[in-house]
């Protein structure tokens, strides 16, 4: 019968590699972003929207653009306080109003807005910047708010 040798040397360096391994692949796994935020507290039902832009020129040269609420499409519940905060990134400034109430406002480039809201009746309502209203305008800029 034979045996085997093996060196004190190849054990600890079979152990490094081991360990090495494993914290590599520790540290590469991707963190885990959740896609929905935590509410401030349990009842609290706080939508984030940002005013954003698109530019590009045309083959001849023409520069465009245009305007958009990001998300462009928010799902709020129905009958229940809503909290919007709306931050003005691009454009200097949107006047908006939201169909179908009385709500309206204007956010600002670098300004922070919140509006709260409670929707009694389900269904779709639109966001609509005053500003950017229709393509002349680099429009239209229009969000959509969906109660359910």
């Not at 309206?104 to 929707?119: C, D, P, Q, S």
Request: hydrophobic content about 40%; glycine content about 10%.
């Amino acid at each position: 019968m034979k045996f085997v040798v093996i060196k004190r040397s190849w054990i600890v360096a079979a152990f490094v590699a081991a360990v090495v391994m494993i914290g590599g692949w520790v540290w590469l796994q991707p963190e885990i972003i959740p896609t929905i935020a935590p509410q401030t507290a349990k009842d609290d039902v706080v939508i984030h929207i940002t005013t954003g832009e698109l530019k590009s020129k045309t083959d001849d040269g023409k520069e465009i653009e245009s305007y958009f609420w990001n998300p462009g499409t928010v799902y709020v519940p129905q009958g229940k306080e809503v909290t919007f905060s709306i931050y003005g990134v691009n454009g200097k400034e949107h006047s908006f109003y939201i169909e179908g109430t009385d709500i309206k406002g204007t956010v600002k480039k670098g300004e922070e807005i919140t509006i709260n809201a409670n929707f009694e009746d389900e269904g779709m309502y639109r966001i609509i910047c005053l500003n950017h209203s229709d393509i002349k305008n680099n429009g239209p800029m229009i969000g959509y708010i969906v109660v359910d």
